[in-house]
């Protein structure tokens, strides 16, 4: 992607990329915020904040605010892994991660449409280097060369940034591959940037099906008229919509809030899919919200709203074990590791940290 300037004549969403803010120093206009400290996090690790989810911020550390502003926390906690579940080498080819037998992880996109300060792979994203052709056509080969491989999940970065044609290419060289029985795209585009989603977009993708969305939501702030729209427009398109949302404290460690979204997200036809206990990454630990609050939250949910909307509350096993469902993976507790067995039956150690 190339860097964007104001362009009347471009599409809307990529105005609104152009649009938003990638500096402390643009934020301290509206916001009370630290411009120099937070300046070197953000050269540590990158912000971005389109228009519409800056909209959403109505405090500095409130739970928008708190996702996308850069925090001086993020450059604490030195002891932890900057790729915990060892994605790197887990990946045959740069940026295609081969952990489970049946499904393949491709990180076809660098940049996103906003950077949440919570990622799992801050190590990486927003570089300025684009994925290359070449390593995307490395994928593919890996891909068409291994007929265990049954789906494909577009990662990132956030795929839907790629403009439609360079999207559209790979995906339809992953169709063409005859094992490959379903495609997957993650993102967090519909309530970040949710002009993104056009008619024509969703008709493109609606074209490979069966094609799934998973989309990032994590308050019900998020939820606005814009990304409802966005998710009608796929919705109807037949794309099967389901979230991913991660556990983080100070914008959803709260049982009401959680129940808000939740069903709010079945309201705009988004199957809950994921709760997602919070990776041990570097530069995150600050949202740690502990696994038995994540486990009390979910014994809150059944019963009290209906069960199409609650998620599977999961943690993804540092070292690389793939995600297990919480508690029932759990077989012990060690001093201040919790021992989790994954599909496999090995066990894996995820650090309290509380
Ligand atoms: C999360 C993840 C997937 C997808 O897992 P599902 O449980 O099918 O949603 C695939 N590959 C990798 C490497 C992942 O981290
Ligand atoms: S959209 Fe996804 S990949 Fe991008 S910063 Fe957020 S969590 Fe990370």
Redesign the pocket.
């Known amino acids: 992607m190339t860097l964007l300037m104001f362009d009347t004549s471009a599409p809307p969403w990529r105005q609104a990329m152009a649009a938003s803010i990638t500096a402390p120093d643009d934020l301290s206009q509206t916001l009370p915020v630290d411009v120099q400290g937070l300046t070197r996090v953000a050269q540590a690790y990158p912000m971005r904040i389109t228009p519409h989810f800056l909209a959403l911020i109505r405090e500095h550390d409130g739970p928008i605010g708190k996702q996308v502003i850069p925090h001086p926390d993020e450059l604490s906690g030195q002891s932890l892994l900057p790729d915990p579940l060892c994605e790197e080498s887990q990946s045959p080819v740069p940026g295609l991660i081969h952990r489970y037998p049946h499904h393949a992880l491709f990180q076809v996109e660098n940049q ?5 300060r ?5 190590r990486k ?2 570089g300025m280097k684009a994925v290359s052709t070449d390593l995307i056509e490395q994928g593919i080969e890996y891909i068409k060369a291994r007929p265990e491989i049954r789906e494909v999940v577009l ?4 795929p839907l940034v790629m403009e439609d044609s360079r999207l559209m290419l790979i995906l339809e060289k992953l169709r063409a591959i005859n094992h490959v029985k379903t495609l997957r795209i ?3 585009v519909p309530g ?1 940037l949710p002009q993104r989603i056009t008619q024509d977009l969703a008709k493109s993708l609606a074209s490979l099906h069966p094609l799934y969305m998973n989309i ?1 939501f994590n308050h019900p702030l998020e939820i606005t008229s814009e990304s409802e729209e966005a998710c009608r427009i796929l919705a109807d398109r037949g794309i099967p919509l389901g979230c991913q949302t ?1 556990l983080l404290k100070g914008v959803n460690d709260d049982g009401k809030v959680l129940r808000q979204l939740l069903e709010e997200l079945l309201r705009i036809r988004v199957r809950p899919y994921y709760l997602h206990q919070l990776d041990r990454v570097r530069g995150a630990a600050h949202f740690h919200v502990p696994i038995s609050q994540g486990v009390a939250f979910m014994q809150g949910l059944r019963g009290r709203i209906p069960g199409t909307a609650i998620p599977n509350y999961v943690v993804d096993l540092p070292g690389g074990g793939g995600k297990a469902p919480l508690p029932e993976s759990i077989v012990g507790h060690e001093g201040n590791t919790v021992l989790i067995r994954n599909f496999e039956g090995k066990v894996f150690r995820y650090e309290k940290g509380d």
């Not at 919570?118 to 801050?122: D, I, S, W």
């Not at 990662?155 to 956030?158: A, C, I, N, R, T």
């Open positions: 996103c449409a906003v950077y949440c919570h990622c799992l792979r801050k994203v927003g990662s990132g970065g956030d993650h993102t967090r970040a990032q991660v």
